[in-house]
């Protein structure tokens, strides 16, 4: 093999991206990797590049690992300094893995030993031969015990005359520097004995132990949906022989016979088995046998429709097929495992509406089911108080994410009611009377769903569904197709409302309380909501107040667990996506010199998609200087911004209670905190002024120096969700709340320019910006719609910092209610 073979540009697809799937994890991967290499100017990755490995999580087959190596495999990396480096950082299992597996790719052996029949005193040659880099060396060993004959380390292995302590197994070690791999086993027998032959050496061997010879192969099949596969190997060995089978080079730990059976197998059986039989002495593998899964033979069977309606006659409509429908039978759920193309989630929690109760819920469980939903690898963005405009364009957004076998799940906290039928989600704008053209309808949105072929649609309402006698108007939503994958979760039952629990340290919707300890269960969705909904049941405070409703029409095992397996999409939807992670990233973090001389640093982490929180410290200052601070000011008026807790000493005082420090500058280092709320109004990239003041030791009066600084659009607000979306075609009778849903081709991503190089890229989706990744674990709540307690309609109390109830503490000893003061509803 040339030098350059020997280069991580000569490695296989597979073998990169199963290193790819090693480095994607932030303790022990591709990002110490990078700082590993980069000691060699050469392979240093640039901010931009490593941005550009970030942003991968979010595509549909991105790896930031995969992006990592193919930088290295353009700069002609070898494979020892790439061993070198993931030394460095300990990454043991890639070490091993590459070692070992892709040694095994590197050093090909070409003629592999064969199992002989020979008498004695006859000639036996072995041959192995192996292409490879130049200076291979070879080892002969029989059992355990190397062969120090004269031609035990070439590629011919002579027995001459051969003898009795000749008989046994064989196998040739191929060896380069400490990398190696083993040729296949091959036998020596003895049929009858023989004189020798003249001009042999002759090489006698201590004591004789019986070998392992192998009598059965697996052979390689095609099986569909629902058979059962059955493979077999078998060995003769003294001891007698132990097997393991492995699938995928996995050891599948509950096959230990030589006959593997799996019944009801799936797509996720595919791919490459081997056996591994052994015994006290002696180890072998069996040939690989490649298995492939056809579609379930059911969908070829021979079947008969059935129509029926109140005034429909049955219409029988023959199918032919190759098998007969009752010599099928589907696998059970059980036995069945699903994939999703992607996983998006959209969750909207409104708090703050202008003409109705306040509530304090939301935010909480907002943020912690965004994440619980991102450790299950979902693409999650969260909003915070949206109105009737920027809601119909987050799901507008949101839609243009999903798409064939992509798993879309839509969350909202808010007031909300249902008429006919229909839920409607109710934005802060929203007039006191209002009706369904101010809300949006959430069995519209269904239905643009449907039309992107998703695999599984998770709707989740943690609002009342009680009537809205200010409507009569009853909307019809476009028709649902027959899809088998709905699943409806409502907070409470119909014409009920939906509570949160109030307390001093604890505000909590009652849904989300119990949700939490479940949504992470490896379980069908529905099973795993009617779990939900049996421990609200069983807790006495929701006992006939607030009841878990679900409805469902899921054919299929699908779980938010369900693993990602990424298949070709479409360019569009490929760039759409990209497009999305661009507009949630935060302004980069900077520094700003001072004419005095003081060193001030800018820093940012999110909060929510439309929340982010700017501080500032001092890095250095002149000796002179006695004190000095650096406070923002002079902020545009489309975001909010509290001014009375702008510039505080503390996250607490700033009104943040879910950010969390870890990403921040340290405590023992003095910083001011600044919370900016709405980013999806902001219409033009956000200016402030840096206002640093400062005293001498030898003056009273304090000094001012101003600095403005522009940080673009962050986060969310490059979407411009404030802009209209074009309408669509649709039918009179049906709600505007969604109607006017536009189509990809105009959306705003058309209008989003691409990020500025000044900026960080901190994707928000999969693995997002890890300040929004650091938020601690609180829970949200939603309050009343309507009560009868009038000191409920005065302005709401400061939300003081939540804390989440253990998961193992949710139960009635939590809540003590001595009046309904304390329980609300939405």
Not at 17 to 25: C, E, Q, R, T
Not at 345 to 354: E, T
Not at 366 to 395: C, G, I, P, Y
Request: proline letters at 5%.
């Amino acid at each position: 093999m040339e030098e350059c073979k020997m280069r991580v540009g000569s490695l296989s697809e597979q073998v990169l991206n199963s290193l790819s799937k090693m480095l994607d994890n932030p303790t022990c991967g591709w990002r110490q990797l990078a700082n590993a290499v980069s000691e060699q100017p050469k392979f240093r990755c640039s901010e931009s590049e490593l941005t550009s490995c970030s942003l991968q999580v979010l595509s549909a087959a991105g790896s930031p690992g995969r992006t990592l190596l193919a930088r290295l495999a353009d700069r002609s990396c070898s494979m020892d300094f790439l061993l070198l480096c993931l030394r460095k950082i300990d990454h043991q299992e890639a070490v091993q893995y590459i070692t070992t597996v892709v040694v095994a790719e590197l050093i090909q052996i070409t003629v592999q030993p064969q199992t002989q029949q020979a008498t004695v005193g006859g000639r036996v040659v072995m041959t192995c031969r192996a292409s490879g880099p130049s200076g291979l060396s070879y080892q002969w060993f029989r059992g355990k015990e190397e062969i120090w004959d004269e031609t035990g380390s070439t590629p011919e292995l002579v027995l001459c005359p051969s003898a009795p302590g000749h008989q046994g197994p064989y196998i040739c070690r191929v060896h380069y520097g400490g990398n190696f791999v083993f040729s296949q086993w091959a036998h020596v027998r003895f049929v009858q004995a023989a004189g020798a032959s003249p001009g042999c050496s002759s090489t006698l061997f201590p004591g004789s132990v019986s070998g392992l010879h192998v009598i059965r192969q697996p052979q390689s099949k095609a099986v569909s949906e629902g058979d059962t596969l059955f493979l077999e190997c078998n060995a003769e060995a003294n001891p007698p022989a132990q097997y393991e089978w492995h699938h995928n080079m996995v050891p599948m730990t509950q096959q230990k016979t030589r006959s593997l059976k799996i019944p009801c197998v799936t797509t996720a059986h595919r791919g490459q088995y081997k056996c591994k039989m052994f015994n006290l002495y002696h180890e072998a593998w069996s040939d690989t046998a490649t298995v492939t899964i056809g579609p379930s033979s059911i969908t070829d069977a021979s079947w008969v429709e059935v129509e029926r309606g109140l005034d429909s006659q049955e219409v029988h409509r023959f199918r032919p097929g190759k098998y007969p429908l009752q010599q099928t039978v589907n696998p059970p759920p059980s036995a069945r495992h699903f994939y999703a193309t992607d996983k998006v989630a959209l969750l909207i929690g409104n708090m703050n509406y202008l003409y109705h109760t306040q509530l304090c819920a939301p935010i909480v469980d907002v943020h912690e089911l965004t994440n619980l939903l991102r450790q299950m690898d979902f693409k999650v963005v969260s909003l915070l108080d949206l109105n009737w405009q920027e809601m119909h364009s987050a799901v507008t957004e949101f839609l243009l994410l999903l798409d064939k076998g992509v798993y879309g799940l839509l969350y909202f906290a808010g007031h909300g009611y249902e008429n006919f039928g229909n839920s409607f989600m109710v934005p802060i704008d929203a007039p006191a009377s209002y009706t369904s053209e101010h809300c949006l309808c959430v069995q519209n949105i269904l239905t643009r769903m449907q039309e992107k072929e998703t695999g599984l649609n998770v709707l989740l309402l943690d609002m009342c569904r009680k009537r809205n006698l200010n409507d009569d108007v009853i909307v019809q939503p476009g028709l649902l197709k027959v899809t088998a994958n709905i699943v409806f979760g409502y907070a409470t039952c119909v014409d009920a409302e939906a509570y949160e629990v109030k307390r001093e340290d604890v505000s909590n919707g009652i849904f989300i309380s119990f949700l939490k300890r479940r949504v992470c269960e490896d379980e069908k969705v529905t099973v795993m909501l009617d779990r939900v909904a049996e421990d609200m049941g069983r807790c006495e405070i929701t006992r006939g107040r607030q009841a878990l409703e679900l409805r469902s029409n899921l054919s299929e095992r699908r779980s938010l667990t369900d693993q990602i397996q990424v298949s070709d999409c479409s360019a569009s939807h490929s760039a759409r996506n990209l497009q999305w992670v661009i507009a949630h990233v935060l302004p980069q973090s900077r520094c700003l010199q001072f004419d005095c001389g003081v060193k001030v640093q800018l820093g940012f982490a999110a909060e929510f998609s439309n929340i982010m929180v700017i501080y500032t410290r001092i890095l250095e200052k002149p000796e002179e200087i006695v004190s000095c601070c650096a406070q923002l000011t002079d902020f545009p008026g489309d975001v909010d911004i509290d001014l009375k807790k702008s510039n505080q000493d503390t996250l607490l005082e700033a009104g943040s209670l879910l950010l969390i420090k870890e990403n921040l500058p340290s405590p023992e280092v003095p910083s001011l905190y600044t919370r900016i709320r709405c980013l999806q109004r902001l219409r033009r990239e956000l200016t402030f002024t840096i206002c640093l003041q400062y005293t001498y030791s030898n003056m009273d009066e304090d000094v001012q120096e101003r600095q403005p600084v522009t940080v673009g659009k962050p986060l969310v607000s490059k979407l411009n969700l404030y802009e209209p979306r074009p309408p669509r075609a649709c039918s009179a009778s049906s709600s505007s709340s969604l109607d006017s849903f536009n189509d990809p081709e105009c959306s705003s991503f058309a209008s989003v320019g691409s990020a500025s190089n000044e900026w960080s890229y901190h994707a928000q989706t999969g693995r997002e910006s890890s300040s929004i990744d650091s938020l601690t674990s609180s829970r949200r709540a939603n309050i009343p719609e309507e009560t009868d307690s009038p000191e409920l309609f005065d302005a709401p109390q400061p939300l003081v910092a939540s804390k989440s109830l253990p998961h193992g503490q949710v139960n009635d000893t939590n809540y003590k209610f001595s009046d309904m003061y304390n329980f609300h509803s939405h």
